[in-house]
């Protein structure tokens, strides 16, 4: 099993360019890769959905690239047009005003757009620091899931050992709820006819009530669900879907088996089944 909760965190240093790489991820019904990274980067991204989605099927999976540069090399221009439009903005409201002061070359630096700095960026170069970086960190970040996953594995499957030991103590009672029914139509024949008993007419009724209160299918259809469910386990590598759907199943017939019989016994049994399905279920929500 491979869980869909992880994280990661890679990072390099360099005399004049840092970069760090981060790998967050939580449960989803699908694949979601959202991507956080400097705009310039963003002829690379489908090679980082590419690189992520090789190692996740399912899960929401945010990913940070982040650069620190030291010296970058800067280039800084002066847009002249919106300086002027400025400047006669206000010298506009100073003579409406009455004011004498003219703007100064400071206010008008601290104009938008006025002053426009844009840092030169080698794509590639950046995109080659940043490879590496990402390269290990999703690779953390699989070995985080899959560790997670067997922590979570090994508390689904114990849980699994629950229901069927549960499953088990049902089945003892099987003959026991087959006989009660037996006796009490027995039992009511006696206190309408006496001894005056058609047999016929009680093996009749007694075979149309087993037909509908014995436990027997539903137990048949729960071993099989679970024997299913295990098989997945060990062979589907992210079995999370298919076991949300035999978890359905399962839930279905302990219900059954616990609308069907009144003995204490079983209806005790009945609820540890399905309070140990609800934390297989629960646990399920985080497998791929």
Same mark, same amino acid.
């Given at each position: 099993?491979i869980s869909m909760t992880g994280y990661a965190y890679r990072e390099k240093t360099g005399e004049d360019l840092s970069a760090s790489?981060?790998?967050?991820g939580c449960n989803s019904r699908y694949l979601d890769i959202y991507i956080n990274q400097p705009p310039w980067l963003s002829a690379?991204?489908?090679? =980082?959905?590419?690189?992520?989605?090789?190692? %996740?099927?399912?899960?929401?999976?945010?990913?940070?690239?982040?650069?620190?540069?030291?010296?970058?090399?800067?280039?800084?221009?002066?847009?002249?047009?919106?300086?002027?439009?400025?400047?006669?903005?206000?010298?506009?409201?100073?003579?409406?005003?009455?004011?004498?002061?003219?703007?100064?070359?400071?206010?008008?630096?601290?104009?938008?757009?006025?002053? +426009? =700095?844009?840092?030169?960026?080698?794509?590639?170069?950046?995109?080659?620091?940043?490879?590496?970086?990402?390269?290990?960190?999703?690779?953390?970040?699989?070995?985080?899931?899959?560790?997670?996953?067997?922590?979570t594995e090994c508390d689904i499957l114990s849980n699994l050992r629950i229901i069927e030991s549960s499953l088990e103590t049902v089945?003892?009672?099987?003959?026991?709820?087959?006989?009660?029914?037996?006796?009490?139509?027995?039992?009511?024949?006696?206190?309408?006819?006496?001894?005056?008993?058609?047999?016929?007419?009680?093996?009749?009724?007694?075979?149309?009530?087993?037909?509908?209160?014995?436990?027997?299918?539903?137990?048949?259809?729960?071993?099989?669900? =679970?024997?299913?469910?295990?098989?997945?386990? +060990?062979?589907?590598?992210?079995?999370?879907?298919? %076991?949300?759907?035999?978890?359905?199943?399962?839930?279905?017939?302990?219900?059954?088996?616990?609308?069907?019989?009144?003995?204490?016994?079983?209806?005790?049994?009945?609820?540890?089944?399905?309070?140990?399905?609800?934390?297989?279920?629960?646990?399920?929500?985080?497998?791929?």
């Amino acid at each position: 099993m491979i869980s869909m909760t992880g994280y990661a965190y890679r990072e390099k240093t360099g005399e004049d360019l840092s970069a760090s790489v981060e790998i967050k991820g939580c449960n989803s019904r699908y694949l979601d890769i959202y991507i956080n990274q400097p705009p310039w980067l963003s002829a690379f991204e489908s090679r =980082i959905r590419e690189i992520i989605s090789a190692r %996740c099927g399912r899960g929401k999976v945010e990913v940070f690239i982040r650069f620190r540069e030291h010296n970058a090399p800067v280039s800084i221009s002066i847009n002249k047009n919106a300086a002027r439009a400025y400047f006669d903005a206000l010298n506009d409201i100073a003579k409406e005003f009455g004011i004498s002061e003219k703007p100064s070359l400071s206010v008008l630096m601290e104009m938008e757009n006025v002053i +426009e =700095i844009e840092k030169k960026h080698d794509d590639e170069r950046y995109w080659q620091e940043v490879l590496p970086l990402l390269n290990e960190a999703a690779q953390a970040f699989s070995m985080e899931r899959e560790r997670e996953g067997k922590h979570t594995e090994c508390d689904i499957l114990s849980n699994l050992r629950i229901i069927e030991s549960s499953l088990e103590t049902v089945s003892s009672f099987v003959p026991v709820i087959e006989k009660t029914l037996k006796d009490n139509i027995r039992s009511r024949f006696t206190e309408l006819l006496g001894s005056q008993i058609d047999e016929n007419r009680v093996l009749a009724e007694t075979a149309s009530l087993l037909l509908k209160y014995t436990i027997s299918e539903e137990i048949s259809r729960l071993v099989s669900h =679970i024997g299913e469910f295990k098989k997945e386990t +060990e062979k589907n590598p992210r079995p999370g879907k298919k %076991c949300d759907f035999l978890c359905q199943e399962i839930n279905r017939e302990i219900n059954t088996i616990g609308s069907k019989s009144a003995i204490l016994e079983v209806s005790a049994e009945v609820v540890k089944m399905k309070e140990a399905l609800e934390n297989i279920r629960e646990q399920l929500r985080n497998i791929e």
